[in-house]
């Protein structure tokens, strides 16, 4: 089944339930503590926290969602997109555990040819709260799952807040038993590659203080009007009803595995797993970049712009080494733009305006390879001649530093040309450099290799936002 008609089908059967669909918002939303939409609940926080009063008792959306926290895992895990769409049923305080659990089975189970999605029942596992026994009980009643195969998790998995006093309440996580060639058996406890987590549901009932249900401390109250919030990953929906591997192989992405292949001359699945890695994340990046920039975002040393383009230069790189030695970015939006543009016009309606943003930053960091491989060649020979097998940190940071060299790229070519990198001396000084922008303000917004704007977010889904530890955490991936 095509991704367009998984989202088709979510939509239908909420909307037939009495759901009002509303359109996804945009990336980017007006809330000072979000880098980028990262669930669907987002759009309506409003009414989780009775500042607005909702227009409709149940709504559905499909929504688009980026998750910079996500960025590492891309590639190597089967699961995590940058960019991906979370379908979602969210009650206002009208139905509540019961209603929430019987329309994410019926949906999951009911036969392809009903409308559907056709799952086995018998593989699907589920988890709830440890402290909430109504929902097990609802999942064994209505659902008909026995006892093995629901399993209890404390707050810090399956319990949801925003972080600061409001509203909170338990969850509950739906799996699929990929099978035995995936991973170990148990259960999502044991091993979440071979149970792979669909879809999330929120049960908001409590009122919570300052300090979390998360951690084991009661709620101080209970809502006077419970709400549900879920969220299914499309994209992993889509991975098992295609039968393919991954979420990068799916109908919607894979394609621009195949244009890499064809711009690299490497070959996806025959090559090395790190050449594999970067086909997927090509893959990938290209489709959150497309996106990001159909919302007006454009690359920039700051803010959601320096997520661009971090995006926009790990594509070029990763497409560099797998042997592109051409400009790749407009075949790439293109590419995109075929695939994403049924759910999403703009991509085709704006898409000259998109193309030009990554093919821009594209040419722009290709002068910087270039100049930067020129400066490496200078040092790396200065180094050979005074009889050094090392280069000093100092010239890997300069590099870095001045010409927004990445560290890996300064490394791989290093050992090409037979040398080691002093990378201790390379990270102090990194270190160095961000302790002397937190210190000042102003160059806390100038600096290049700033990262402060990634540890003002603040994400309010269940997943923590984990941000990145370090700045060119790039260095490992790529
Ligand atoms: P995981 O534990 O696999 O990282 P999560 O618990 O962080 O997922 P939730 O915050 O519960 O995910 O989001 C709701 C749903 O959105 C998940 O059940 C999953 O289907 C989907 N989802 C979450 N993160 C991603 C991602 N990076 N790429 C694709 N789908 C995702
Ligand atoms: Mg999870
Ligand atoms: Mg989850
Ligand atoms: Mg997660």
Redesign the pocket.
Known sequence: MQTHEIRRRFLDHFVKAGHVEVPSASLILDDPNLLFVNAGMVQFKPYFLGQQTPPYPRATSVQKCVRTGDIEEVGKTTRHNTFFQMAGNFSFGDYFKEGAITFAWELITKSQEEGGYGFDPERIWVTAYEQDPEAAEIWRRVAGIPDERIQFRDGK?NYWDMGVPGPGGPCS?IYYDRGPQYGKEGGPIVD?DRYL?IW?LVFMQDERGELSPKLGNPPVGVLPKKNIDTGMGVERVALLLQGVDNVYETDLVRPVIEKAEELSGSRYHVGSDENDVRFRVIADHARTAAMLIADGVNPSNEGRGYVLRRLLRRIVRSARLLGATQPVMAEFMSVVSTMMSPSYPDLATDFERIERVAVGEEAAFLRTLDTGSRLFELAATEARTAGKTTLAGSEAFALHDTYGFPIDLTLEMASEAGLSVDEEGFRTLMAEQRQRAKADAHSRKQAHADQSVYKELLDTH??EFTGYTELNSEARVL
Do not use: G, H, K, L
Request: no cysteine; hydrophobic share 0%; glycine share 0%.
């Open positions: 998995d996580e979440e987590e999330n269940p997943t």
